[in-house]
């Protein structure tokens, strides 16, 4: 008998055993020698709590808002293309469960049902994922969300080119079918093997501005990693960030999400809202960036392994362990809601004698 999973690690490997080998190395996998992929991990570790005693933590309140929407705890679905190799309703399920865990899902631009199906299943709050391909295409896709719900855009933009997901080539991964769009409409003549690629290489800061003029929806920009591009973002009017570094797909040797974070809340010193995405995977974790200054995580592949494994029961699943374990945490760390979560909460690892709250 298959007993459920108690934790993440343990949907993990589940997952595994659901998935073709090309499919589950192309949910796990990251780019080039994948050391941002587990430094994006390891850096958790380097984050130690300073747990408060003696608080009444009787009951903790995990409720809190993005943009101005309420969520019953501070970890968002990430946008993860592709959900229907994981199973046979893809998104929907994914929806459906984000909605039960009382969340908000991001639901990425290359979901393989269209963003429309994807909008009639929700019981909670989305926002869609965007790449910019072409001025025209963007155009139609931001009417579509804003006709099909969607309460903001999330344009990634650390992805100018496709990078190098030696797994993929490897297994010669044959991608997944579009349900937002013509598949032929994206791939690019450049594109190396084994990519379904979008490159965006030619698109700037301006592009920013035009995307404000299409739309009153807010604007959060997901893959920055340094105070400068967090300034820029500022200057160009973004509603939020997400620290990201595509969970180690994208450039290898990029700084840690966690790690970038402290620099980008400094830049950013309350003007928007930043949230965290990369390696969270126990409660702890993300009470540790929640000191460090996000408002609230996003989860990637943890939604897919539950998904793999049960559909809308395990995307619900892996978001109430989740809830629970970071409600345990509070509750052990002194702190008896989201709102006192603050800095003083962690040090850096190896920093011993220091009153100070830790910067990494
Ligand atoms: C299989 C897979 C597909 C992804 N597709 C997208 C995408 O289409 N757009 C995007 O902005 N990020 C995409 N991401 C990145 C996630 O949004 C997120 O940044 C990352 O998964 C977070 O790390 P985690 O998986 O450790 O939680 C994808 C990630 C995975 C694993």
Redesign the pocket.
């Known amino acids: 008998m298959v007993l459920p999973p108690l934790n993440l690690f343990e949907y993990e490997k589940q997952a595994q055993e659901h998935l073709d080998t090309a499919v589950w190395d192309?949910?796990q996998g990251g780019s080039d020698d994948e050391v941002t992929l587990r430094a994006?991990r390891d850096a958790f570790a380097q984050v130690w709590l300073r747990p408060r005693a003696l608080v009444d933590v009787s009951s903790c309140d995990l409720r809190t808002t993005v943009l101005g929407t309420p969520i019953s705890v501070p970890v968002l679905v990430?946008?993860?293309?592709?959900q229907g190799l994981a199973h046979s309703e893809g998104e929907l399920a994914t929806v459906r469960g984000a909605g039960a865990a009382g969340t908000l899902m991001v639901v990425?631009?290359?979901s393989t049902r269209s963003l429309e199906e994807i909008a009639q299943q929700a019981t909670g709050p989305r926002w869609l994922?965007l790449y910019v391909r072409s001025r025209a295409q963007t155009r139609h896709v931001v009417q579509r969300a804003q006709a099909a719900g969607y309460q903001a855009l999330v344009l990634?933009v650390d992805s100018p080119r496709p990078a190098r997901c030696e797994r993929d080539w490897r297994n010669g991964f044959a991608g997944f079918p579009f349900g937002n769009y013509d598949e032929a409409e994206f791939i690019d003549p450049r594109a190396t093997e084994g990519d379904k690629a979008l490159i965006q290489d030619a698109v700037t800061w301006e592009m920013l501005d035009w995307l404000r003029s299409l739309t009153s929806l807010p604007i959060v920009l997901?893959g920055i990693l340094t105070a400068e591009d967090a300034r820029f973002a500022l200057e160009h009017g973004v509603a939020g960030l997400i620290v990201?570094n595509?969970?180690g797909?994208r450039l290898d040797g990029s700084v840690p999400a966690l790690m970038a974070l402290p620099e980008v809340i400094e830049a950013v010193a309350g003007r928007c809202e930043v949230y965290l995405?990369?390696?969270?995977r126990r409660g702890t974790d993300v009470l540790k960036a929640l000191a460090l200054g996000a408002r609230a995580v996003?989860?990637?592949?943890?939604v897919?392994w539950g998904l793999a494994v049960n559909g809308e029961q395990g995307v619900r699943h892996v978001l109430s362990i989740l809830s629970q374990e970071l409600e345990t945490a509070m509750a052990l760390a002194g702190c008896p809601g989201v709102k006192q979560i603050h800095s003083s909460l962690v040090r850096q690892r190896g920093t011993f004698g220091s009153r100070e709250p830790a910067s990494l």
């Open positions: 192309h949910y994006c990430a946008p993860t293309g592709g990425a631009m290359f994922q990634t997901k990201s595509h969970g797909r995405d990369g390696g969270i996003l989860v990637g592949r943890p897919l």
